[in-house]
Each structure stands twice: as C-alpha cells, then as structure tokens.
C-alpha cells in the first residue's frame, strides 16, 4: 500500500505539468541501441567513453545518451557517428512513453543515481535490461529518497544489477531495501581515453624515417599558439639539435599560417598533408590531419596539448597521449578538462607551463628516454584505473545485447 501511495503521489504531481514532450533530434539507427543516462553532470567524459568502448567491441551498436537538465554539452569533445548525445526527457508519463516509442533501447545503463521514477519504471515495463552503475551516496540523498523510499526501492528493484563506486554506496542501497546479493562493489566509472588508430603503413615509414630522431608532438594548436610552440622548439633544439617538431593546428585553414610562420623563424619545414616525408634536414613537420593524431602519439614520447595558452579555448583531452603512452605537456587553458590534467598531474604524468620558456626548458627535459618512460608508465597508471567497471560493464551489456538477440 505504502508504495502504491508514493507512486500515486509522485505521478498525481507530474500530471498537473504540462506535457513537455521533445521530437528527437534524429530518427533512431538501425540495429542494436544502448541507452545511457548520465545522470552526473561533472562525469560526462566518463560515460562517453564507456559509450566509444561499447561501440568499439560491437559491430553496428549505437549508443543514445541522455543528459541531465543544465548539463555542459561542449564537455563532450569527441564525436563519433554510433554515439547520439540528447537532453533527458521529462517526467510526464505521455513524455516518457514517447521517449519509448521512439529509441526502443534494447538495454539501458543508467549512471549514479538521481532516479527519475516514470522513465525507469516504464523502461522496466518493456523488459528492458537495465544496469545501474557507479552508484553513490549522493545520488539517493534527495528529498524525495529521503521521504518516498518506498518509491526509490520501487525504482531500484528494477536493475537487473547494481554496481557501486564505495562502501558508503553499499551502505546507503541496503538501508533503501537492496539486499547484499544484489549489490556489487566496483571501481568508480572514470574517464580512461581511447587508443586513436593510425595506418600501420605510416607508422612503419615515418619511424624509419626519422630513425632515432628525438621527437615532439605539439597538437590541437590555435593560430595564437604558434609563436610559443616555435620559440619553444628553438630552444629545446639548443640541447638536441635533431630535434623534430611535429605541429597540428586545431583548424585546417590556419596550416598556411603556421607553415610561413616556422619558415619565417629560419626552421625547415614540410607539409605532411601534401604527402611530403621529413628527411634529415627537417626541423618541422606540420599537418592538418586531426585523423593522424594517433600515428603521432605513437611516434613522440612527449607531446604539448593545445587548446590550452589561450583565453577562450578549452583544451583538449590529455588522455589520447596517455593512451598511446606520450608524456603530457599543457597550458592553464583546459577547463572542460580540468579533472583528467589533474589526474594525469598527481600521478607524475603531466605538466603544466605557463610560455615559451617552459615549455622549452619542459621538452629539453623529457625529451630523455627514461624521463619519458617514467611519465609514460604514470600516465597508462592512470588511465588503467577505471578498466575494471569498463570491462564489467561491458561484459554485462554484451551477454544482455545476446539475450535480445537469441530472444528474437
């Protein structure tokens, strides 16, 4: 009775809203659909990067995330076609049932917390499978749990697992009725980058190439960054006078610009994007090329994120070098990534610089195998950290996508 009553109240208030029910961007994919709901704002790097990893080790899955209301779209840099990103619909149940009608999600993970009552009963209503992940304390400490546990419960005996990040997560399910057998405890849901791809052709190539050169990866570098990077690489070759500069500029229009520039400071330069080789001679090789980044990361031990010395941007996201086991240089720029520098920084594996000097002083250093290794050994630490929750994550979705499929 208790909990029929909390449902009947809950509902009786959203019925009194109007029903806000938002046409989908886009029509629903073909084929498999996982939907993800991201419940914590401050964590979105981490869900979509459960979200590439799911579409990576299943041909032909797209991914739906949903975000919560006031959520930072932009802190999603990456784009990938499998990946649709749109705002949580709302609570009125016309709304919820349409939310339904269209996506049709064959399993669903919803991340934290913050359970919003009509979308998880009625996606438990269509035999959806559903997984609740890296629960926390702070996502059952609303007024609502509090006074309408029965309700949250009701919600929650929905899953058919749940997985939480801590032991004070443990605890805060068991007092809203789980038992110990439903709940699992796991590592927290942490962003760990992707491991980009290269052509193994360019990479066997231009590693024969440069043969032993020491080498820099300055990328993603707004048109006001290339004096610094330049001056940089000036004085880093005082001390390694083969010294190979490789720069990508963040928008392809500005490649002329940085090639003149470098040519103007005296450095010889080549255009990787006219399909031109470094030879012995070259001190800077600039490309346009976002899709070769993951050849570069391979190549140079060391690499300056750009994005990051400049008012306005945001950087960009230090764990694709780290994946690729290049050390992290950046500038105090990153706000959309503040979290994953400060990781990577604790750990030993980045360093922040503020000029060209710095920067200078900072490649000279790490330029050195061992300085690199070490650096590069902290950062895989780092990025490792949230493999766990991926892979059980993964396996679970994968044996529910295979259940759907036998079913059919």
Sequence with gaps: MARSLGLAA?????????????PPSGPRPPGELVWIHAAESGNLLAVQDLALRLCAVRTGLNVLITLPEGADVTALAKT?????VQPVPGEHQSTVKAFHDHWKPDCCIWVWGALRPNLVLETGARQCAMFLIDADTRGFDGRRDRWLSDL???????????LTRSEPGLQR????????????ITSPLLAGGQALPCVDSDLTELSAVISGRPVWFATQ???REFPTILSAHRQAMRLSHRLLLILQAAEPGTTAEAIELSQARGFVTVNWSDGTFPDEATQVLVTDDPGDRGLFFRLAPVSFLGSSLVQGESGCDPFDAAALGSSVLYGPKVRHFMGSYTRLAAAGAA???NDADALGTAVSRLI???????????????????????DRVTDLVQDALDDVVRAH
């Design 10 to 22: 809950y509902r009786a208030m959203i019925r009194h809203g109007t029903a806000d029910v938002v």
């Design 80 to 84: 990938d076609n499998n990946v649709i």
């Design 152 to 162: 949250t419960y009701r919600m929650l005996s929905q899953f058919d697992y749940v």
């Design 173 to 184: 399910l068991l007092q809203l009725g789980l038992t110990r057998q439903q709940i699992e």
């Design 221 to 223: 570098l707004q048109a």
């Design 351 to 353: 360093r922040i610089v």
């Design 368 to 390: 050195a195998p061992d300085q690199a290794a070490t650096m590069a050994h902290a950062g895989w630490d780092v990025i490792s950290q949230g493999a766990a929750l991926m």
